[in-house]
């Protein structure tokens, strides 16, 4: 059975090794909209509530654990090989600061989405819609300001193989179970050469289950999701 390694000859992804960080960012600009949206249409029941809330659930997982894996181990490896470097090493405080913004904007959002789902109305589903569009524009601008400005440092700071290095273990953090859904989650809507390219990062089993079984899975619940 062919997998998706990539071979030599393929074309490079045009963002290099950041591309796999871009589609998580975009997979979290492109689900808050989703979100927005849905609580927004007419008929929202106790039952809808609840699907959306276990999906706001997990996007808030991985939301903070994306956050964690940059605090707890990027952030300290790239932090040595900036001695000096006063303004780079304000960008990645910068970065922790705007985490830390973050985290009231979801509290309520979960709070909003426990109440919903114990009496579901337009005006609450309204009011919920309202909490995630401004948690999307502060994650907005928290992702473009990281994707502008810090991006560069960690460039300049990290080998190919340190960053090669730090993206093996974060994937084993991750795990089989939680690459069955991570991976087809970033996936969804992803330029085919990038979707390659990053596929081609985790073992040969991860990707024969990523397109066999994952991928699959994943496109019969999201039809249900924002249908």
């Not at 952030?75 to 304000?90: I, M, N, Q």
């Not at 509290?107 to 009011?127: D, T, V, Y």
Request: glycine content about 6%; overall charge negative; aromatic content about 8%.
């Amino acid at each position: 059975m062919e997998d998706e390694q990539q071979s030599p000859n393929e074309a490079k992804p045009p963002r290099g090794r950041f591309t796999i960080v871009y589609l998580i960012h975009e997979a979290f600009r492109r689900d808050l909209a989703r979100l927005s949206s849905a609580l927004r249409a007419t008929g929202v029941d106790q039952h809808r509530a609840r699907q959306l809330r276990s999906h706001w659930a997990f996007l808030e997982d991985q939301l903070h654990h994306h956050h964690e894996v940059e605090d707890a181990s990027l952030w300290p490896l790239v932090r040595p090989k900036l001695s000096g470097r006063h303004e780079d090493l304000d960008v990645l405080a910068e970065m922790e600061a705007q985490h830390v913004v973050l985290l009231p904007h979801c509290e309520a959002i979960g709070q909003g989405f426990a109440a919903l789902a114990q009496q579901p109305s337009e005006q609450a589903g309204s009011q919920l819609a309202g909490a995630i569009d401004e948690m999307g524009t502060e994650l907005g601008s928290h992702l473009a300001d990281e994707e502008q400005r810090c991006f560069p440092v960690i460039d300049q700071a990290l080998s190919a193989e340190e960053f090669e290095s730090f993206g093996k273990a974060t994937a084993k953090a991750i795990g089989m179970r939680g690459s069955a859904r991570f991976f087809p989650w970033i996936f969804d809507g992803a330029d085919p050469v990038e979707r390659t390219a990053v596929l081609s990062m985790p073992p040969a089993p991860v990707r024969v289950l990523c397109r066999t079984m994952w991928e699959p899975r994943y496109a019969r619940t999201v039809a249900t999701l924002w249908s």
